[in-house]
């Protein structure tokens, strides 16, 4: 018995310690992410179309991640794409971005949602002084079962960082773009960006965005969350 009981503690050990590799290798600093087409450096400030198609939502602990007919005037339609994000979100440990925080000011999450690879969402936010970023990764894949948690980590974002992503969300003027251009195909990839600012909310989701301004900002935050992703043998899609 006392045997069995030893093997079980190792094997629960050696099943931490690779877990423990793979967010190391996951979150290894070096980038295969294809660069972005404008450098940040030539991005002057300019409108950011704020407060633009944004609309007020405050969410509260137990509703929804996203206002109701947000993502379709079709009812079936709206709870079927609410069901499908929410529950990656849910998996996530994440609450809806609107929820009531006093001490942050502004906030924004990728989730990215590939039919045949690991979930990942990403957030940035801003509070009176600093900035932060959180990092996660399911088990599951994006156009199915989202799986469980294989990594989350946090970070403070530097301000150079920060206003780097501003930059990129006004050259994108992401706050006037319309939530759903509802061009999903078979297969690929959902791409969601929601913000959160001054009590405003605004989401903007795109299916397997090919170029853009959109895709160069929701990429950057995947450079922001120092995942290595090798192009090579998983798809940027």
Known sequence: MKRFVFRISVAAAACAVGLAVASIYRLDKAQTIAPIAMPIAE?????????????????????SYFPRRLLSQDEWR??????????????????????????????YRFLWLRSFHHPV??????????????????????????????????????QSEW?????????????????????????????????????????????????GSFREACLYMLKLSRLKIDTKTEPLY
């Open 78 to 107: 709206d709870q079927f794409k609410t069901d499908w994000y929410a529950k990656h979100l849910g998996a996530m440990d994440e609450a809806p971005l609107s929820f009531p925080d006093e001490q942050v000011r502004e906030s």
């Open 163 to 211: 206003d780097a992503f501003k930059r990129l969300l006004e050259y994108s003027c992401y706050w006037e773009q319309p939530t759903d251009a509802d061009d999903a195909g078979l297969d690929g990839a959902q791409w969601l960006l929601e913000g959160f600012r001054e009590g405003r909310y605004h989401l903007v989701v795109r299916w397997t965005p090919q170029k």
């Open 121 to 158: 969402g990403v957030r940035l936010w801003k509070t009176e002084m600093d900035q932060f970023i959180t990092v996660n990764e399911l088990s599951g894949a994006g156009g199915y079962e989202p799986g469980t948690s294989i990594l989350k980590s946090q970070r403070r974002l530097s």
């Open 43 to 63: 991005l002057r400030p300019g409108t950011d179309c704020f407060p633009g198609k944004s609309q007020e939502f405050t969410a509260s602990s137990n509703s």
